[in-house]
T-cell receptor
Framework: NAGVTQTPKFQVLKTGQSMTLQCAQD?????MYWYRQDPGMGLRLIYY???????DKGEVPNGYNVSRLNKREFSLRLESAAPSQTSVYFC????????????FGPGTRLTVL | AQSVTQLGSHVSVSEGALVLLRCNYS??????LFWYVQYPNQGLQLLLK??????LVKGINGFEAEFKKSETSFHLTKPSAHMSDAAEYFC?????????????FGEGTQLTVNP
């Protein structure tokens, strides 16, 4: 099992460019999450998908959109990147219950110039 | 609503010394609590979690944590630090199924282990 995979690992964008971050899990998990990590702020939830076919906003959704393409894949899109979106982005997945463990991908380091 | 406070953004210990990383939480529902570790340039890995039952929870790499409801705390300890423990540690609380089992994280504590 690869677990949770993310592509790309690194990306540099110019202000105003768009891009999609890809996430896939092979554990047959129901729920998937996108977080961003900034120094001194821990991880903050951007969007999540509690089950296939549903998505909900998290703590910091502005400037982002998501698509739960199928049970395996959950993508994060930046339509018009801004320097404030420079961050490390992590995708995570959860089997079903709140007592289960969230498994994290290796992250995507994004720089917006 | 849930929140987590980690006291001390940086903690430095000597190799062989006790490690104590502090975490206090606020939760409107019975809390499920987690400690994750992040090594440089990697994702997060679960150290241990408290869901129900025994309040002293043992995790990987010799770490343990005690859930104290009266103090709303879930501090992480390890009796003897090893150089390989140097990493960033995050405490998190789950919002439960009604909020999609989302996690709320603390700001993180960077642990340095000195030889």
């Amino acid at each position: 099992n690869a677990g949770v995979t993310q592509t790309p690992k690194f990306q540099v964008l110019k202000t105003g460019q768009s891009m999609t971050l890809q996430c896939a899990q092979d554990m047959n998990h129901n729920s998937m999450y996108w977080y961003r990590q900034d120094p001194g702020m821990g991880l903050r939830l951007i969007y999540y998908s509690a089950s296939e076919g549903t998505t909900d906003k998290g703590e910091v959704p502005n400037g982002y959109n998501v698509s739960r393409l199928n049970k395996r894949e959950f993508s994060l899109r930046l339509e018009s990147a801004a320097p404030s979106q420079t961050s490390v982005y992590f995708c995570a997945s959860l089997r079903a219950m709140s007592t289960d463990t969230q498994y994290f991908g290796p992250g995507t380091r994004l720089t917006v110039l | 609503a849930q929140s987590v406070t980690q006291l001390g953004s940086h903690v430095s210990v000597s190799e062989g010394a006790l490690v104590l990383l502090r975490c206090n939480y606020s939760s409107s529902v019975p809390p499920y609590l987690f400690w994750y570790v992040q090594y440089p340039n990697q994702g997060l890995q679960l150290l241990l979690k408290y869901t129900t039952g025994a309040t002293l929870v043992k995790g990987i790499n010799g770490f343990e944590a005690e859930f104290k409801k009266s103090e709303t705390s879930f501090h992480l300890t390890k009796p003897s630090a090893h150089m390989s423990d140097a990493a960033e540690y995050f405490c998190a609380v789950s919002g439960g199924e009604t909020s999609g089992s989302r996690l709320t994280f603390g700001e993180g504590t960077q642990l340095t282990v000195n030889p």
